[in-house]
């Protein structure tokens, strides 16, 4: 597959705090699953969950990827994860710096 097929990604994915954002996001990247993550916290997220609607405040974190890594990610985060069901939502990128894509690429190539 060539560089031009893979789609960047950016992943959304709530945790319930910063400290659970952050040991996700270095691990991640660590494995070179995500060139990076950038967190936001607080958040306050309002959702329906099991009939009612709740609203908490969470830590938002923001990954860059590619869809050839998305499934190992993916897995990666549903596997250390604490929700029952984590948010992990992807949304291609369809414009971006050439040198930010290339990063992301190289960052997250299968050695």
């Known amino acids: 597959m060539r560089k031009s097929d893979v789609q960047i990604l950016v992943i959304l994915i709530t945790t319930p705090n ?4 952050v040991r996700i996001g270095q691990a991640v990247v660590k494995k070179k699953l995500a ?3 950038n967190i936001l916290s607080p958040v306050t997220s309002i959702f329906r969950w099991k009939g009612r609607i709740e609203k ?3 830590a938002l974190l923001i ?5 050839r890594r998305y499934a190992a990610l993916a897995k990666a985060i549903g596997s250390m994860h604490p929700y029952e069901v984590p948010e992990i939502i992807a949304l291609k990128v369809t414009k971006g710096l050439p040198r930010y894509i290339a990063w992301v690429h190289q960052e997250t190539a299968i050695d």
Do not use: F, H, N, V
């Open 18 to 21: 910063r400290r659970e954002a």
């Open 35 to 37: 060139a990076c993550a």
């Open 63 to 67: 990954m860059k990827t590619t869809s």
């Open 56 to 58: 908490s405040q969470e």
